[in-house]
């Protein structure tokens, strides 16, 4: 599976796997693919300095990438304290609410939780990309808006190509101007930040708007045939995030959660603005019920927001609350039914994707498929 | 484009051209898909009985279908009169208001508007199914839920396969459960009724839960890529509605209607219940977003929806009020920006399809695609 771009990166399959967890990443990268770590996790960039060395020592030398989150507007000078100061009240009675309920704990004396939203703010985006320079990253991606120029300048300077995530032909093109290398084309089914266009829709109009720039797609690919499917659509790789969320490797701290994801069905996740203040497709759960519902306050903008329930969400994931534990994944997760390690998975879309394109090369020719 | 589908019905090409207009549904079956004439818009049997005749006259032998719509549930023995009896006088209100806003003339005296609601009625739906087995139709789909048994019944021994629409696997399996032939799945993308979940999980998740029953692919496909990627995914065949309401021998009665289908973007859809009752995704008009708004007092359960807008939406169109006048379209319509010939579609889908499988091929070879 060898596109320009594949070709471009040093790796064997134009497969992309965007993840949360090193020792996933580099499973990804080790079985050929192109395994990229989400930074938005690390409130603390010296935490993400040590998993990159740790990827580097874990990589075998394959390429890897670095995915970190630029807010697209610029909030200058402020604190996160700052921020937070600009929450009402009653938006934190509700989450309060929320966690009585259903009878979640505080966390314990000075523990802080898992999940930090602090990597929202871009002033911890860039402690991520100061990180990232100092490794042998090959791409730099934002999940988000485009990276600031001195940022793309930067990451080129190193080498680096650099990727932004588009939910439409226009922000597709804003990147293309903003000098990105590489669009992912993000469809309605994705997990996380997704807009209202399906990826079957997306990923043509996405590679006309920005060629001869290479387009991944994303959003519903989780198997050899649907990377077949992206690729028919023009793009030049599949960028999967998703399906790596219940593989043996991920790092997923909560049994609970892991279970609702292997057990979810298609039509189990939701598009909601509860996490970060933008529509992210979520699973969906009690609490991104509560948000629906006629008691709440309505979501914040982002970053107030993700700031709001950064503990809460904390809390939930500590305690493993089975009614509100929840995660970002995409319409793919009624697919994930079984546990298996990122191997199985890798050699599934490959040769899942080769039985896909032999069977349409059958179609294709005079005698068709056979019945 | 052969699959042992396409093979059991005798046409050339696996894509299923779905349009209201018998003169676009001849063209598709004669450039060697299959041609399947949406009865719905009949309120008179005797004019669908007429427009098949002129069908058998101008198909140059070649198949073609006909879609009926069966609503799921069935109401015995009620007239339209009755049914209309159920609406309450606040939505006749709400509806006369936006007419009156807009300055929408009423019809001449004794007009009935060219698109009647009446085809949503089971009575209505069996004298289509009654007048489809007088000709030599040979697929019979439905866009709503499985046709009742003893019509499966009558279509079989007549010969025909039956065809129905889902928008989730648990829909897929009542469909063949009920003993239908082919399964439409119609992705989140697509216009008219459709679902939750996004043409690339849609898909696959049909063809694994009715295995071996051969499915379509709907919802997003407008060009020979998009083909590509839905038979990528496992189906036998594409479905295609939107993209022949631009044609040029569409009877497409206005002129601002085809201009704004023209122009819009793949973003100018949305998924509403005003039109039938059930969520179907159509151009956003002023129409649509006053249903949405403040002042609406929510749409009714079909069929009262569709009875109740019925009149107001002949008028909309008769006199082609810019603002308003809207129709079923997916999230394709974005790529539909000049009217063509159906011959000059059918000719990029077969072509476009073609490059698309020897790209993929390319790509999975070891040489892979060169830049």
Not at 65 to 94: C, L, S, W, Y
Not at 331 to 355: C, H, K, S
Request: charge should be negative; include cysteine; aromatic fraction near 4%.
């Amino acid at each position: 599976m060898r596109t320009p771009l594949s070709d471009r990166l040093g790796i064997e399959y134009a497969v992309f796997g965007f993840t949360p967890f090193p020792a996933v990443a580099a499973a990804i990268s080790r079985a050929g693919g192109l395994g990229v770590l989400g930074a938005v996790r690390y409130g603390d960039a010296e935490d993400l300095a040590k998993d990159l060395d740790w990827m580097d020592a874990h990589c075998g030398g394959k390429p890897y990438g670095v995915d970190v989150v630029m807010p697209a507007k610029k909030v200058e000078g402020v604190t996160v304290e700052q921020v937070e100061a600009m929450i009402p009240e009653g938006h934190r009675d509700f989450v309060r609410a929320q966690l009585a309920k259903y009878g979640v704990p505080a966390l314990p004396e000075g523990e802080r939780g898992g999940w930090r939203i602090t990597g929202w703010m871009e002033e911890v985006a860039r402690s991520h990309v100061d990180v990232a320079l100092e490794h042998p990253v090959k791409l730099l991606a934002s999940a988000l808006g485009s990276p600031p120029p001195d940022v793309v300048e930067r990451a080129h300077a190193a080498g680096m190509l650099v990727a932004a995530l588009a939910g439409s032909a226009r922000h597709a093109q804003r990147h293309a101007e903003a000098g990105i290398d590489v669009i992912v084309a993000q469809g309605h089914e994705a997990g996380g930040h997704t807009g209202e266009i399906g990826t079957m829709v997306l990923v043509p109009e996405i590679v006309a708007a920005v060629h001869p720039l290479p387009v991944l797609a994303a959003g519903g690919i989780g198997t050899g045939a649907q990377v077949a499917a992206g690729l028919a659509l023009g793009a030049q790789g599949a960028w999967l995030g998703s399906i790596w969320l219940t593989v043996t490797e991920s790092d997923l701290a909560s049994p609970v959660l892991r279970r609702k994801l292997l057990a979810a069905g298609s039509g189990d996740t939701v598009r909601s603005r509860a996490l970060t203040g933008k529509p992210a497709r979520q699973l969906r759960t009690e609490w991104t019920d509560a948000w629906e519902s006629e008691e709440s306050p309505g979501t914040l903008p982002m970053p107030l927001q993700g700031l709001l329930v950064a503990e809460a969400l904390s809390r939930i994931q500590t305690y493993e609350t089975p009614e509100l534990i929840g995660t970002p994944v995409g319409q793919i997760v009624g697919q994930m039914n079984e546990e298996r390690p990122v191997a199985a998975v890798m050699d599934e879309l490959t040769r899942g994707f080769e039985q896909a394109v032999a069977r349409l090369g059958r179609i294709a020719s005079a005698e068709g498929e056979q019945a």
